[in-house]
Antibody, heavy 115, light 108 residues
């Protein structure tokens, strides 16, 4: 049973950098892409991007190069950094395994951007 | 970017009834790359259907998916109380991998 556990700072000020990490427990880390998705309050789902075991990345252009993903294969962890956050970046952020479709998912982290 | 449009926005039905949810894509996609997710309040989404018509492990057979090209459908044959939730479709064949805006299935 693969489980994803995520963590990171939940309250940021405008212009700061969001930083989240997701640990993968069980299963293969190298056979999949690893993804970040966010969901603004009361809104739908937005795909942020993905990273593979070699460090190859693919981002949503809507984030205008503010997002950077990385991974630590030895720890089976992957991370997201999002620079220059604004109130529009307030959302629940999820990590997920991507074997085509998404699943399983992490538990979600609410990130609030407020001065 | 492929835009996914779901309809209706809200569907009000009673337990035991049949639910039909629609997802239309802005351009033709391979049915191999269309998934449906269910999300309940306070929870992460979970996949129900992948490849347009394949049930994910552990998903009851009252959930079925169909469609091709630009029109896809999720059907719940007989609604159970636990099925009332928000449903999203997603295409994962083309980057960025986009979601529909969701259909809320509520108890009538």
């Amino acid at each position: 049973q693969v489980q994803l556990q995520q963590w990171g700072a939940g309250l940021l000020k405008p212009s700061e950098t969001l930083s989240l990490t997701c640990a993968v427990h069980g299963g293969s880390f190298t056979a999949y892409y690893w993804t970040w998705i966010r969901q603004s309050p009361g809104k739908g789902l937005e795909w942020i991007g993905e990273i593979n075991h070699s460090g190859g990345t693919n981002y949503n252009p809507s984030l205008k190069s503010r997002a950077t993903m990385s991974l630590d294969t030895s720890k089976a962890q992957f991370s997201l950094k999002l620079t220059s956050v604004t109130a529009a970046d307030t959302a629940v952020y999820y990590c997920a395994r991507a074997g085509g479709f998404l699943g399983p998912w992490g538990q979600g982290t609410l990130v609030i951007v407020s001065s | 970017e492929i835009v996914l449009t779901q309809s209706p926005g809200t569907l009000s039905l009673s337990p035991g009834e049949r639910a039909t949810l629609s997802c239309r894509t802005s351009q033709t996609i391979s049915s191999r790359f269309l998934a449906w997710y269910q999300q309940k309040p306070g929870q992460a989404p979970r996949v129900l259907i992948y490849g347009a018509s394949n049930r994910a492990p552990g998903i009851p057979d009252r959930f079925s998916g169909s469609g091709s090209g630009t029109d896809f459908t999720l059907t719940v044959s007989r609604l159970e109380p636990e099925d009332f939730a928000v449903y999203y479709c997603q295409q994962y064949g083309s980057s960025p991998k986009t979601f529909g805006q969701g259909t809320k299935l509520e108890i009538k």
